[in-house]
Nanobody, 117 residues
Framework: QVQLVESGGGLVQAGGSLRLSCAAS????????MGWYRQAPGKQRELVAT???????QYADSVKGRFTISRDNAKNTVYLQMNSLKPEDTAVYYC???????????WGQGTQVTVSS
């Protein structure tokens, strides 16, 4: 089993920055992807950013140029640096880990990000 613990959410004014962290523990296979989804009230959960263990990254169009995903494989930790935040970035952000070899997904408990205008 894999456990994910997120930190770093909070309240920030528009134009500000936040950094989310997510530490994974447990039985983590080397071939994996880690990243972030978000879900705003009344909306579907959407992919924000993902990073493969080999370094490949993918971002939602709405965050390109503002958010940066990175990871420390030695610590099994993924980060999301969020700059130039907008009110529409307000959502619960969920960390996830996909174990590619066994096609298993694991999720964190979610952390609230609120951007005030």
């Amino acid at each position: 089993q894999v456990q994910l613990v997120e930190s770093g959410g909070g309240l920030v004014q528009a134009g500000g920055s936040l950094r989310l962290s997510c530490a994974a523990s447990g039985r983590i296979l080397s071939l994996n992807a880690m990243g972030w989804y978000r879900q705003a009230p009344g909306k579907q959960r959407e992919l924000v950013a993902t990073m493969h263990s080999g370094g490949y990254t993918q971002y939602a169009d709405s965050v390109k140029g503002r958010f940066t995903i990175s990871r420390d494989n030695a610590k099994n930790t993924v980060y999301l640096q969020m700059n130039s935040l907008k009110p529409e970035d307000t959502a619960v952000y969920y960390c996830y880990l996909r174990s590619i070899a066994i096609q298993a997904d694991y999720w964190g408990q979610g952390t609230q990000v609120t951007v005030s205008s």
